[in-house]
């Protein structure tokens, strides 16, 4: 029953922005935190950024902090993802996920979307 769709991926040239978002249903908002991850060919998928659904308390990766925005909109069970001065080194496939424990690591979370893709490049 819970599902996740992210969106708002694409091409954008270094330096620009986009804002990802991910609507949750079903029952993801039963869960704790949602988080974005990124993933590519060469490399696990790695944390982005998290947020709490009951306090928006939020953590970023160092490698997006200062950059970045997550945030959520509880009435219509939606995480955004702002990213803000974008790198080459961002693109990957984003991912959104849900979970119970408000952490790091993509093996806590429960739940996945099928991911956005971003794609930093001239």
């Known amino acids: 029953q819970v599902q996740l769709v992210e969106s708002g991926g694409g091409l954008v040239q270094p330096g620009g922005s986009l804002r990802l978002s991910c609507v949750a249903s079903?029952?993801?908002?039963?869960?704790?935190?949602m988080g974005w991850f990124r993933q590519t060919p060469e490399k696990e998928r790695e944390f982005v950024a998290r947020?709490?659904?009951?306090?928006?308390?939020?953590t970023y990766a160092d490698a997006v902090k200062g950059r970045s925005t997550v945030s959520r909109d509880n009435a219509k069970n939606t995480v955004y993802l702002q990213l803000n001065s974008l790198k080459p080194e961002d693109t990957a496939v984003y991912f959104c996920?849900?979970?119970?424990?408000?952490?790091?690591?993509?093996?806590?979370?429960?739940?996945w979307g099928q991911g956005t893709q971003v794609t930093v490049s001239s």
């Open positions: 996920g849900s979970g119970r424990y408000d952490v790091s690591v993509a093996g806590a979370y429960s739940y």
């Open positions: 079903g029952r993801a908002r039963d869960t704790y935190v």
């Open positions: 947020i709490t659904w009951n306090s928006g308390a939020s």
